[in-house]
């Protein structure tokens, strides 16, 4: 079992940073890759960005490239999420996601954590 729990978040104008961080417990060295989703009110959980805890690959969604930035301390077992230029559409929970080396999909969430972005 892997527990995830978020810390950060919190309002923020438009055009601020926030960052977010994700640590990780338990069956630690099970995970291959830990990822952010958020779901605004009303719409459906999506994808944000993810790293694989090894290679430190990333991918991220079109509309955050460049703006926000996924890292990792694999000591600490924690990942966070660097948001910059933050627009209103970027306002949502925040979940934090892990993915074990024999899964294909993520398995374990974390609480979520909000996000607020003021005009």
């Known amino acids: 079992q892997v527990q995830l729990v978020e810390s950060g978040g919190g309002l923020v104008q438009a055009g601020g940073s926030l960052r977010v961080s994700c640590a990780a417990s338990g069956r630690t060295d099970s995970i291959y890759a830990m990822a952010w989703f958020r779901q605004a009110p009303g719409k459906e959980r999506e994808f944000v960005a993810r790293?694989?805890?090894?290679?430190?690959?990333?991918n991220y969604k079109d509309s955050v490239e460049g703006r926000f930035t996924i890292s990792r301390e694999n000591a600490k077992k924690t990942v966070s999420l660097q948001m910059t230029s933050l627009k209103p559409e970027d306002a949502a929970v925040y979940f934090c996601a892990a993915r074990t080396w024999s899964e294909t999909s993520y398995d374990y969430w974390g609480q979520g954590t909000q996000v607020t972005v003021s005009t």
């Open positions: 790293i694989t805890l090894s290679g430190g690959l990333t």
